[in-house]
């Protein structure tokens, strides 16, 4: 005995619109549906003691630090087993999934959930369109039409993405994400991170659009709204650095000012080229292994934004354990478990380098493109 007639004819019905999310990743358009949507379906068709799922393999292809937070990816194999009389219909899906939280541990759960969730949706698409079967086919002819063949309107949530697409918040009316969206345009530090939040959510900015669309008003007049603040925040970060002198540590007359002697001072950041390359020419402080790469101690100086502490706060590590230190959320902990205190070594270094006096020709104050090109040369050199 295999599946009802009623159950065949759910599992070939078209999918509802409705339940159809989709997101932006990798510049591409992805369309959706929703893991507790396909469970939920699943209870529906088959009944709830009808099937489970087994979860045969799991695999941690990567875990980190990123920034102050900790990060996991899984991979993840499971298996569906619908019961129908006295027939068992297996089916196999492979997903992965991320994770990124506060702690280890809740970066791992949440990965390895979200690998499970993957691997069952997948599985339970190989039934038929309610679980998302009809969103391989391009055409999406497996989808219902709204009647009247009018799109559909959003109902939310609404979700908002970063620019590396890692993190994202959801906002049950349209207003609250364009707000949220307005706030994350004018926090963008640079033009890259600008145009990165806007290519994430451009999809939800046309659907905020459609959601507040009205029979007497065709237009809402969200979408071009936010495309106006999007161009004004562009505008603003392509700005000549004329405009921006005085927050640059430049007079009205194109003096650099020194800030560290300032009433309210900002620490120095020294620049020299001789210095890195001195320092580069040093074994590596932990393994003695040559050559090696001049890296800047981030807990020598309060980093600014796009800025590297001052080149005096350098020393010499290997390949390997430049990159275990940028992998690390706390630097000054990593340190101490090797017994090492780098700060006087880079003071050594700075002295032989610089003379006593610590000066060095040619080190100055560090401009902002400088910086970027620096991290830009130390993170390319980071890698083993």
């Known amino acids: 005995m295999a599946l009802s007639d009623t159950q065949v004819r759910q599992l070939k019905?078209?999918?509802?619109?409705k339940h159809v999310k989709s997101r932006r990743s990798g510049g591409t358009d992805l369309r959706y549906v929703e893991g507790w949507h396909v469970i939920a379906e699943a209870n529906r068709i088959f009944g709830f003691d009808a099937w489970d799922r087994r979860t045969h393999a799991t695999d941690c292809i990567w875990s980190g630090a990123s920034g102050d937070c900790f990060a996991a990816a899984y991979t993840a194999r499971v298996q569906v087993r619908v019961r129908a009389g006295d027939i068992a219909i297996i089916r196999d899906g492979s997903g992965s999934g991320e994770g990124r939280a506060s702690t280890r541990g809740q970066a791992h759960d949440l990965a390895l959930k979200a690998a499970e969730t993957d691997a069952t949706k997948r599985a339970l698409a190989t039934f038929g369109n309610p679980f998302g079967l009809a969103l391989y086919d391009r055409d999406l002819s497996g989808v219902r039409k709204p009647r009247g063949g009018a799109e559909a309107i959003p109902v939310g949530p609404f979700i908002l993405y970063s620019a590396s697409s890692l993190e994202e918040a959801r906002f049950e009316t349209p207003s609250d994400f364009a707000g949220a969206l307005r706030e994350a345009l004018s926090g963008a530090p640079d033009i890259e991170e600008l145009f990165a939040i806007w290519e994430q959510n451009v999809d939800a900015v046309r659907a905020v659009n459609r959601a507040l669309r009205q029979d007497h008003l065709p237009k809402s007049g969200a979408a071009p709204q936010l495309v106006d603040h999007f161009k004004r925040c562009a505008v603003a970060l392509a700005r000549p650095r004329d405009d921006t002198r005085?927050?640059?540590?430049?007079?009205?007359?194109?003096?650099?000012?020194?800030?560290?002697l300032l009433a309210i001072s900002e620490p120095r950041r020294l620049r020299s080229k001789k210095h890195l390359r001195h320092v580069a020419k040093q074994p590596c402080v932990i393994c003695g292994r040559a050559p090696s790469h001049a890296h800047h101690l981030r807990h020598a100086q309060t980093r600014g934004l796009a800025l590297k502490v001052s080149d005096e706060f350098t020393v010499p590590v290997c390949a390997i354990h430049h990159d275990e230190i940028h992998r690390t959320a706390k630097e000054e902990a990593w340190w101490r478990q090797r017994g090492i205190d780098p700060l006087p070594i880079a003071a050594a270094l700075w002295r032989a380098s610089c003379g006593a006096n610590g000066g060095s020709p040619g080190q100055s104050e560090e401009p902002e493109a400088a910086a970027k090109g620096a991290e830009a040369q130390e993170a390319a050199g980071s890698r083993p």
């Open 13 to 17: 019905a078209k999918l509802d619109p």
């Open 246 to 260: 005085s927050h640059k540590g430049v007079d009205e007359k194109g003096t650099k000012v020194d800030k560290s």
